[in-house]
């Protein structure tokens, strides 16, 4: 016996023209979505280096980035419903040309208050295009497209993460900084021309536009926003220290309250919380919490340990990550789509799960000599782990929801496509620096002045800085010898975060035997319905 799909009878229904060029529907669904990851993962990476370039201080590139990501997340959530009132030619066509033009003009930029105020514009620009392009497949695509184009915009979180790498030390060390920015101008107008091309002119829908619910956007767009900040800065104010991060995740939390608050009284809600309450969405949105957690052991883990304790730049570490994390996606992504037109979604979910857990504890019997090659098959199974369990999600929650009441679903998703990772980054680099004190305090507590061990190094080290004075080489001997206090630590803290991505994995695991199978679909190979 099957369970319908359970209708969701409050919020804007999310029905669209069919596109009669496909094709170009789907070159823009991949422009757009790979531009968005493309950028932020660049911005990640490159931003030392976009610091010396535009002559920041560490405050001021902190804020920096900040401020280009917590537009994203400003503007995010309410992309689908705008979509669906407006059609996405009008909220992607001009937004694609002002955005290749603030990409180009940016590197031209010397005044800072400028510079923060063009990336405010360049984040909520590019906050658009992601959630813009979903709402294509759903609105405006057949549903025979939708598997491979949700695979293509799958594909991208796993390949623009690790080829990112490679791009960033490619622009910074060879090309020049400036085209982090400038490969955008050349792309972005080529997203318009297929968008243009792909989606179909569809009227204003006046009878959404006129019930519009601003004031339930607003305190969720905004909450979402101040949340973010006070995460994002918490790391480096040191957390409830610093006014600033209690005042951001006060209010943040206050508006994300008055949302739901107004959600339930308004009559005509925006993203209506009824969209969470089926069983098989709620599991999933936890199961996708858990991925996008589990997911940092290769985002922030392998990258990070290789740059702090193996002194390796992003162009040393790209090859790596491009080869064995970039390359497989290509095999692994076809096969998740053929196994999920085959055997019950849970199982694929478990197997990308599964990998993560494997990658996970591999990465948790690392050592200070690691390098390269020790990371190899980390890598490959992160890469089985992106493929088998994003991909899956997103297939799941498709199977298990009324696709013409997609747009407040889309609100809540796009809450944990940007403030789930971003977050979740902020909290592991949180962890990843608590765990280092409390190593190295451990440590020293072991290296006692006149012990024969610290001694026995103490003059090894002196007599490598023979050539300097007594005074400056026993100076010299004794900061070698911290460092390598501090350069184990950091090995202990990074075992520590791999195992505590482990239990994260864990977790998704156990989330997923709670699901009941899928109702019968276009999505749901027969004999595994529920």
């Known amino acids: 016996m099957t369970s319908p799909i359970p209708a969701l009878d409050i919020g804007p229904i999310s029905k669209g023209a069919r596109s009669h060029h496909p094709l170009f529907a789907i070159g823009a669904v991949m422009i757009g979505s790979y ?150 101008a050349l792309v972005a107008p080529l997203m318009g021309i297929f968008m243009y091309l792909g989606a179909p002119h569809e009227r204003v829908n006046r009878e959404l536009l006129f019930k519009a619910d601003w004031g339930g956007m607003l305190l969720f767009g905004a909450g979402l926003t101040l949340l973010y900040v006070g995460l994002d800065q918490g790391n480096r104010l040191n957390w409830l220290e610093s006014g600033v991060v209690v005042a951001t995740l006060a209010g943040g939390v206050t508006l994300i309250l008055a949302f739901f608050l107004n959600e339930w009284l308004v009559r005509e809600p925006w993203a209506s919380a009824t969209v969470l309450m089926s069983r098989n969405i709620s599991l999933m949105l936890v199961a996708t919490v858990f991925f996008t957690l589990t997911c940092i052991s290769n985002t922030t883990l392998v990258p990070n340990f290789l740059a702090t304790v193996g002194q390796l730049r992003p162009e ?49 019997t690392l050592s200070p000599d690691w390098r390269l090659d020790n990371f190899i098959p980390v890598v490959v199974l992160q890469s089985i782990g992106y493929s088998f369990t994003f991909l899956t999600v997103i297939v799941f929650a498709v199977a298990n929801l009324n696709p013409a009441r997609a747009t407040a679903f889309s609100a809540y998703i796009q809450v944990l496509r940007l403030g789930g990772t971003q977050i979740g980054v902020a909290l592991m680099g949180t962890y990843i620096r608590v765990r280092e004190q409390i190593h190295s305090n451990l440590l020293g507590q072991h290296l006692v002045n006149g012990d024969e061990s610290v001694t026995q190094s103490l003059n090894a080290w002196t007599s490598l800085f023979s050539a300097d004075e007594m005074s400056l080489g026993n100076a010299k001997a004794m900061s070698a010898l911290s460092s390598a206090v501090q350069k184990q630590a950091y090995v202990l803290a990074y075992i520590d975060g791999f195992w505590l991505t482990f239990w994260v994995a864990i977790l998704g695991l156990a989330t997923i035997v709670f699901m009941a199978g899928s109702p019968a679909g276009p999505f749901t190979p027969k004999g595994t319905e529920a």
């Open 35 to 184: 531009i968005a990851s493309f950028d932020s993962r660049l911005f990640a990476i490159g931003l030392a280096d976009l610091k010396g370039a535009f002559s920041l201080s560490f405050d001021e590139g902190a804020w920096l980035g900040t401020a280009a990501f917590g537009s994203q997340i400003l503007i995010a959530p309410a992309v689908s419903w705008l979509a669906t009132v407006f059609g996405v030619r009008r909220i992607f066509i001009v937004p694609s040309l002002l955005y290749a033009a603030i990409s180009l003009f940016i590197p031209f930029i010397g005044d800072y208050e400028a510079l923060l105020a063009l990336h405010v514009i360049r984040g909520l620009l590019l906050g658009l295009f992601v959630p813009a392009t979903v709402m294509i497949i759903f609105r405006n695509l057949p549903m025979s497209w939708w598997l491979p184009a949700i695979a293509l915009y799958a594909f991208r979180t796993p390949f623009t993460l690790n080829a990112g790498v490679s791009f960033g030390g490619l622009y910074a060390q060879t090309i020049g900084w400036q085209w982090m920015y400038w490969q955008d």
């Open 316 to 364: 040393q570490t790209g090859s790596l990550l491009l080869l064995y994390g970039t390359l497989p996606l290509f095999i692994l992504v076809p096969a998740c789509v053929f196994l999920l037109r085959r055997i019950d979604k849970r199982f694929v979910m478990m197997l990308g799960f599964s990998a993560f857990a494997a990658a996970s504890l591999l990465g948790a």
